[in-house]
């Protein structure tokens, strides 16, 4: 089994990268393999809704790492994404990325679960989870909880590293994560797979 973790921060090794680091620990000790995507400081271009990616070759956009980033989404089992607050909103940068990863591959993600985190010097963080999980909740992935909001404080990796109850929520739900990874498996050796939706409805309200 095997988790991708996405940084969307252009800090590499900051505070959200800090927090997706203490949840790779716990599913690691779990036996689980774990890859971190840094979005890094490379320009993301935003999708532009052309719907180019109908076609099943991906996002039309080639000269960064997005489709990259969908084909090693295909090969994992569960996510964690994480991003900094900005304007008490995730990043720029990883709503870019997730738009046109959800847009262009969502099949890479559906049923898969997993969990996001927030990292902020003070405020921001429950605006910025609520944002981050739409991607999961629209795309039928189950949402891991944990034992209170996965999100992190401080304005350095060192302060976070001092936040002890927002480190043991995020510990907590990755070993959430875990579980049901292993519940999953087990489903679908005794062939429970995922269900079918339904996708022939489609209302308009103008019309």
Request: aromatic share 8%.
């Amino acid at each position: 089994m095997k988790v991708m973790l996405l940084n969307g921060s252009s800090n590499q090794k900051g505070c959200t990268y800090t927090a997706l680091m203490e949840a790779a620990k716990v599913l690691e000790a779990e036996g689980i393999e774990t890859e971190l995507i840094q979005l890094g400081g490379d320009p993301i271009r935003d999708c532009i809704g052309c719907g180019g990616c109908r076609a099943g070759m991906g996002c039309v956009f080639q000269d960064d790492a997005i489709n990259n980033i969908v084909e090693k989404a295909k090969s994992c089992d569960g996510f964690i994404f994480g991003t900094p607050v900005y304007y008490a909103h995730p990043s720029g940068r990883v709503l870019s990325a997730l738009d046109r990863m959800f847009f262009s591959g969502k099949k890479a993600f559906e049923h898969k679960p997993g969990f996001a985190v927030a990292s902020a010097r003070r405020a921001g963080t429950t605006a910025s989870l609520d944002v981050l999980l739409k991607y999961f909740t629209i795309s039928e992935m189950p949402i891991v909880s944990s034992s209170y909001w996965t999100m992190v404080h401080g304005n350095i990796p060192e302060e976070v590293m001092q936040d002890a109850e927002g480190l043991q929520t995020v510990r907590n739900a990755a070993r959430n994560l875990s579980w049901l990874l292993k519940c999953i498996e087990l489903g679908i050796e005794n062939d429970i797979l995922p269900p079918e939706a339904e996708h022939a409805a489609r209302t308009n309200f103008i019309r």
